[in-house]
Nanobody
C-alpha cells in the first residue's frame, strides 16, 4: 500500500507561483510513476504532469507546458509540482497519484486527498 498526502495549495494572484508537495509513505520502494491531476469545479479530472520512477522522463499537458515543472526526490519520498505564471484557469483541486501509467487516471492505483489551488484575476 502507498499513502499520498498533498500540500502547498492556496490562494494566489494571476501571474504568481506555488509549489505543491506530495509526500509518499508506505511501500515507497516500488518503482511507481508519479503524476499530478487536477479537477476544476464542474469539470472532469484531467492530467497535468507525470514523472518516471528515476525522474529522467517527464510529460506535461499542453495547458501547463512551459509553466509547470514536475520533479521528485526519491530519497525524501516526495514529488513536487512547481507552478509558475499561474492563470485563473489553473484553479482546481490538485491530486497526486502513484502507479504505472501515463496520462490516463485509470492507470493509477493510489491517490491523495487533493489540495485546493485558487488563482484570482
Amino acid at each position: 500500500q502507498v499513502q499520498l498526502a498533498e500540500s502547498g495549495g492556496g490562494l494566489v494572484q494571476a501571474g504568481g507561483s506555488l509549489r505543491l508537495t506530495c509526500a509518499v509513505s508506505g511501500r515507497t520502494s516500488s518503482p511507481y510513476t508519479m503524476a499530478w491531476f487536477r479537477q476544476a469545479p464542474g469539470k472532469e479530472r484531467e492530467f497535468v504532469a507525470v514523472i518516471s520512477w528515476r525522474g529522467d522522463a517527464t510529460y506535461y499537458s499542453d495547458s501547463v507546458k512551459g509553466r509547470f515543472t514536475i520533479s521528485r526526490d526519491n530519497a525524501k519520498n516526495t514529488v513536487y509540482l512547481q507552478m509558475n505564471s499561474l492563470k485563473p484557469d489553473d484553479t482546481a483541486v490538485y491530486f497526486c497519484a502513484a502507479g504505472g501509467g501515463m496520462t490516463n487516471e485509470r492507470e493509477y492505483d493510489y491517490w491523495g486527498q487533493g489540495t485546493q489551488v485558487t488563482v484570482s484575476s
